[in-house]
């Protein structure tokens, strides 16, 4: 049961992200390949503060969701001012510079030994040691997130966006702010990672660079592309289904040299195979 | 004397990511695809020659056929994937999605027949040090890069200047429509140009890894160097691509001097920050 139960909470996570990824890829229109970035910088942020004690866990995730706010919106930034492609790179760039930085900056990551001993959460000063109260935890934390997505796309506000992505010179022309939609989208994605990022550090208690590479955004990539850009039902179907792929491997007689690659094998064929045929993804809207 | 050193292996290395940026820059500006797969197309370049020396084919010869599969494999993605995607009018951010997963697909294949950890080409003429006047040590691959990749250079440049594939690329690349509308055929224009990539980013895929070994997922790094320096010299600029790409790698290597190597990554991406900022479009944009 409490294998189930970490399957849940993890799924759950990644669900976080996938909220935090399609907000970016699917909603406001721009290829990230470094969500995976922002997760670890609020996963390490977390981790830090919990380690050294100066602050609880409630308030480390809101330090840490304020972090990756800004640093969503910085690094989104670059995507309002030029075009499409060369955002490419600046999302190359900030994943492969975030992973130096996690692998080389010791002193605060633990570097590629990573950090162990994160303590679990805590709520008012009682630690959450249970799988099942992490659960809970997960789970709130989730559905407030599915809650705010929700609100958004139906609100003025998530037309706004659509509207955008259809036709941005249009929009402008409107007299409606296109930057700050878009900023407020990448901010509200942020808010996301970084939450998902410290509720990943306290659950595993331990994290190292591996967790936020550009394989993970990959997979965060992959879990928005079969999922389904733009819709709820397709943000939480993604992560669930991907996180059970690696369960269904196991029963295929891979050596566990080889489970990483041939999970990215199939994560880089799902990518290709949805581009080619189904750009909706399973549950969403076109992207 | 270090720093003599540094911007000699820099013109060195800059000269092999040069002609990575030059391929860049002709799919680029020909097919509009972001071809991030040209990332993996560069590493399986390298696998193929170390296949090929292991099974005891000669240098050279292990080369050319190392690129005739380069070959195969770019028209195959330009064929099978961004052709389709681009008769149906595919966006650009699913076009970048499919390229993604395609380089996924390559890298990761590598990975399960090879083995993720680094191979190194068998001891050979490529390690062999040749001392300069001044203290100065190039080994024979280097020499050998700088050669190849100046001349592959000219080549491309030639090529895409005198002959007559070369003008109808480059007019493809500068008007879609009206090159659709006489005839020259822009759709097999793409496979041609992916074709001719794929061969010259074997050059640097092949030479590089005779200096540091090969690493299933090593293309990202260069291919993201070779981006930046396409776009700081400019879209449509193969001499800018080039240009800008050995700078940008001379840098990378006096940054050396101050900083540890696993920062160099910051470097390459300050320079992109700082084109963006102050020159979006490049050093010699607007040449077709």
Redesign the interface.
Known sequence: MDYFYSYLILAEIYTLLGLSTNLLVGVVGIFSVSQAAVFGVGAYIVGDFLLAGTLSFLPALAVAALACILLNVLISLPSLRVAGDYFVVTSFGIQLLATATFTNWTAGTGGANGMPGVPPPDLLGLPIESTRGILAVTTVATLVACLAFWLILRAPFGRLLKAIREDESAVAAAGKGVLSAKVSAAALAGAFAGVAGGLYATYLSFIDPSSFDLDASILLLTMVVVGGARTLAGSIFGPFLLLALPQVLTFVAIPTTYAATARQLVYGALLIAFALFRPQGLLGERL | MLALQLLVNGIVTGSALGVMAVSFALI?ATTRV?H?AHAGVYTLGGYLAWTLVHRGVPDLPALVLAMAGCVVVGSLIQIL?YG??DRRG?????????S??????I???I??VYS?DILEFPPNWAGHVFPLPGGLRLTGVQIATVVVDFIAFGLTLAFAHRTLLGKRIRAVASNPFLAEITRLEPRRVHVYVMAIASALVCLPGVLGPLDYGLQP?GG??PL?TA??AM?AGGIGSLAGAFALAVAIVVLQNLALLVM?G??S??V??AI??VF?LLR?RGLFAGKA
């Open positions: 680029y972001f991030v994937l389709p995607l595919a966006a650009q951010l699913v076009v970048l999605i499919a993604l997963g395609a380089l996924a697909v890298q990761n294949l990975a399960a993720p997922y990202v790094t993201l981006t930046i776009i540890p696993e920062w990554i910051g390459t991406f992109f920050v963006m979006p």
